[in-house]
């Protein structure tokens, strides 16, 4: 299993950019995709982005799509989600997840049901 540790929410106005990043440590993450996922209040947790594990291949959430980005530096075992034209609706606990089920192409939800999953990162949104 892969321990992972969120960092880098916070508040911001609308419009204003945030990164978000997270460290992996143990288990074997390397290999899988990682990415990263939100829950806002009263609503389940929903797919943002994921990168599989050469980083040459991503994909988003539509919503998010040009102006999120995910990045990952394997020598460090770091993902990362630099998040710009932020908006109140993208408030919410922002999740970790590695060990993801991706290599390439379109996302789909089965792709995490083996996943680890990091304790979340509050993003807040709001003038």
């Known amino acids: 299993q892969v321990q992972l540790v969120e960092s880098g929410g916070g508040l911001v106005q609308p419009g204003g950019s945030l990164r978000v990043s997270c460290a992996a440590a143990?288990?074997?993450?390397?290999?899988?995709?990682m990415g990263w996922f939100r829950q806002a209040p009263g609503k389940e947790r929903e797919f943002v982005a994921v990168?599989?594990?050469?980083?040459?291949?991503?994909d988003y959430k539509e919503s998010v799509n040009g102006r999120f980005a995910i990045s990952r530096d394997n020598a460090q075992n770091t993902v990362t989600l630099q998040m710009n034209s932020l908006k109140p609706d993208d408030t919410a606990v922002y999740y970790c997840?590695?060990?993801?089920?991706?290599?390439?192409?379109?996302?789909?939800?089965?792709?995490?049901?083996?996943?680890?999953w990091g304790q979340g990162t509050q993003v807040t949104v709001s003038s």
């Open positions: 143990g288990g074997t993450a390397s290999g899988y995709g």
């Open positions: 997840a590695a060990r993801i089920k991706y290599w390439r192409g379109r996302y789909s939800s089965w792709m995490a049901d083996s996943a680890d």
């Open positions: 990168i599989g594990p050469r980083g040459a291949n991503t």
